[in-house]
């Protein structure tokens, strides 16, 4: 397992960036000046590099230390302390909805995997909520995790959505593991795992099994005026949303349909559909609780064998070995993993 050395890492934000061009475009006055805003912001973060040093504030293992911080609708990082681990409630509910979806995706992530912390060391859970002004994003920046409130109209307020803060918290799981490249299709792996441990942290939390869940990601993150029911889905990659200002989800399900372009760094937003099905797929197949069979496959595949430069093959490949060795060659859940990749186009045998 990778140790927690000093690196870089690239600031990795929830929301697409075709989502928010689409408003820059489409919405009204107010919308398109909420999404240029939203636009230089997280372009800045995107190409920020930040340097994890020598500062790294641990806990026992299996204790949480959370921290949570008010930006003020400013940029300053990490902004005033807010909440620490143990504090009382706050009268402010988005500090109580980060501190407990931190909380959440570190019971997870020890319950399910005996994983102490996204680094495995105990690191303490930093979060910063009221970022910016109609701030429509969440991010984490290599460091901690950091909230816009929404606009309100087209976008409710970041930390109301369980899965948006597991994804974002897995992202800081993937820079000190496999450290998938983010562009192109090991951008696209990056954006899965996250998507999918994402939504395992809401499925655990609520004790639901594959077969009782939306497979939604960003579920109630939308106002009730868009047309949609969350940012991604997994069971049906391309139906998400299909909105005047927000145009048309544009995730495909199947190789033949992968975007080639250089937009959202090669598309990791966009192409993650397809890998993100094969989960879906997997799971169903499978049965039974998510987290405790595919998503196993998908954890030590993330955390043992896969490399910075994985492509959708590589994931296959490492992901039927994997199943094999856990549950056994010619085993159901190998013969899941393979007919998942199957039916996407990835594998042909």
């Known amino acids: 397992m990778l140790t927690s050395r000093p690196h870089k890492t690239t600031a990795c934000s929830f929301i697409p960036p075709y989502i928010t061009q689409e408003i820059s475009q489409r919405g009204s006055p107010e919308q398109r000046a909420w999404a240029l805003r939203t636009m230089v912001v997280t372009e800045r973060l995107r190409g920020q590099r930040d340097v994890l040093g020598s500062l790294r504030i641990s806990a026992p293992t299996g204790m949480k230390r959370r921290t949570i911080y008010d ?9 005033t302390l807010v909440r620490d681990e143990g504090d009382p409630s706050s009268k402010d509910p988005t500090v109580n909805e980060a501190y407990s979806g931190s909380g959440a995706t570190y019971d997870f992530y020890w319950g399910a995997y005996h994983r102490n912390s996204v680094d495995n060391a105990g690191l303490r859970l930093d979060s910063t909520v009221h970022y910016g002004q109609n701030y429509d994003n969440a991010f984490w920046n290599g460091a901690q995790m950091v909230y816009g409130d929404g606009d309100g109209e087209i976008f409710n307020g970041f930390t109301k959505a369980l899965d948006v803060i597991g994804h974002e918290l897995t992202h800081g799981v993937i820079d000190r593991e496999a450290r998938l490249t983010y562009r192109d299709e090991p951008g696209a792996l990056n954006e899965s795992f996250s998507d999918v441990f994402g939504l395992l942290v809401k499925q655990y939390v609520a004790n639901e099994a594959a077969a009782d869940s939306s497979w939604i990601i960003g579920e109630g993150l939308f106002t009730k005026s868009i047309h949609g029911t969350g940012i991604r889905s997994m069971k049906a990659p391309g139906t998400a949303y299909d909105d005047p200002v927000l145009g048309k989800d544009p995730q495909p399900s199947h190789v033949k349909d992968m975007y080639h372009g250089t937009d959202d760094n090669g ?6 559909g397809i890998p993100n099905h094969v989960f879906y797929m997997t799971a169903i197949e499978i049965g039974g609780f998510a987290w405790e069979n595919a998503g196993k ?3 030590v595949a993330l955390t043992d064998r896969l490399r910075s430069s994985a492509n959708f093959k590589d994931a296959a490949e490492v992901t039927l070995a994997v199943a094999g060795e856990i549950y056994g060659k010619g085993s159901r859940e190998q013969k899941a993993v393979r007919g998942g990749w199957r039916k996407v186009g990835v594998l042909s045998s």
């Open 297 to 299: 496959i998908w954890y």
């Open 71 to 79: 930006a003020e609708h400013g940029h300053e990082l990490p902004g």
């Open 267 to 272: 598309g990791v937003h966009i192409n993650s």
